[in-house]
């Protein structure tokens, strides 16, 4: 199985490329408002790098949002004009599920962060719950005070962190927090790509007619 992971849900974009022995090429950037400038580039040379067609692929993976409301629309549109004609399988995954991904087996809950402008964040919460991992509170627009009046208990930060955003939450919830270091913080392709296989695998898979962006409102 062959993947192609695309995430375009924010300022910081990401590809990555996943065999069967594991992960090929990943390249994560801070595209800015740039994605539609920067995205097919990037991704025609990580094709052409790793001696591959498109054809060669057996799917997709597309970060669906929240997010950018622009940058959800053009991922999404790049996944589907690879996957329409190729015949490619494709999943999308929820943008802060790959932010929490890599913390998957801590005991303690998960709160993933992705920056929304205006002084605002995207939060959810993942965390274990009959020893299943799973969505624990679904994504909502908060800023950082009001996310540190809901962490009521010891969890991990992770995500989308600015160092003002970090200061602000170790202030506020200490000694709740703990805050992943920045470089593990990055929301990575990979992971994207990693969810996607474990999917296809269990024989899911989506629409690539019916799949839309998940968009929060007043983003």
Known sequence: MMILAIDTATQYAGLALLGPDGLIAEETWHAGRNHTIELMPRLERMLR????????????????????FTGLRIGLAVAKGLALPHKLAVVGVPTLEITAYPLRNSQQP?????QAGRGR??????????????????????????????INRPAW???EIDQETA????????????LVSPAGRLRRPGYLAEIAQTRLEAGGQDDPDALVPMYISSI
């Open 121 to 150: 964040i995207l939060a959810a919460n993942y965390g274990l719950k009959k020893n299943k991992w799973q969505l624990l509170v679904e994504p909502f627009l908060t800023d950082v005070e009001e996310l540190a009046k809901k």
């Open 157 to 159: 930060c992770t995500g």
């Open 49 to 68: 790098l790793a001696q591959l067609e498109v054809t060669q692929l057996s799917a997709l993976a597309v970060a669906l949002g929240p997010g950018s």
């Open 110 to 114: 998960v709160w993933a962060i992705a």
């Open 167 to 178: 200061k602000s939450l170790q202030q506020l919830c200490q000694p709740r927090v703990q």
